[in-house]
């Protein structure tokens, strides 16, 4: 089982980014896929989760509207697009699979290695 996140950098406070969740390994419609992220001294947060069998989409509240959970399971690939950044999202941002829904880390077997957001001010 593998997940691989890219797309994180250095963006000014406003802007946005993309990011990707590369999954491979295991039935990618037979679980949830989920991003987190952690902010140094932090605990780890739910941003969003997908279901790609159906499409269904779930967001934490602080984040409805800012940031869109897609996939494309032809590419086993679940993305994370972020607008109106700001420092505060600053952070390592991480993907995971579990066979549960919502936003709880506990419920997510896997992670990707994360790949580091950072919002310039």
């Known amino acids: 089982v593998q997940l691989v996140e890219s797309g994180g950098g250095l963006v000014q406070a406003g802007g946005s980014l993309r990011l990707s969740c590369a999954a491979s390994?295991?039935?990618?419609?037979?679980?949830?896929i989920g991003w987190f992220r952690q902010a140094p001294g932090q605990a780890r947060e739910g941003i969003s989760c997908i279901s790609p069998r159906d499409g269904l989409t779930y967001y934490a509240e602080s984040e409805k509207g800012r940031f869109t959970i897609s996939s494309d399971n032809a590419k086993n690939t679940v993305f994370l697009e972020m607008h109106s950044l700001a420092p505060a999202d600053t952070a390592v941002y991480y993907c995971?699979?579990?066979?549960?829904?919502?936003?709880?880390?506990?419920?997510?077997?896997?992670w990707g290695q994360g790949t580091l957001v950072t919002v310039s001010s």
């Open positions: 390994g295991f039935n990618f419609g037979d679980y949830t």
């Open positions: 995971a699979a579990g066979s549960s829904w919502y936003l709880s880390p506990y419920d997510y077997d896997y």
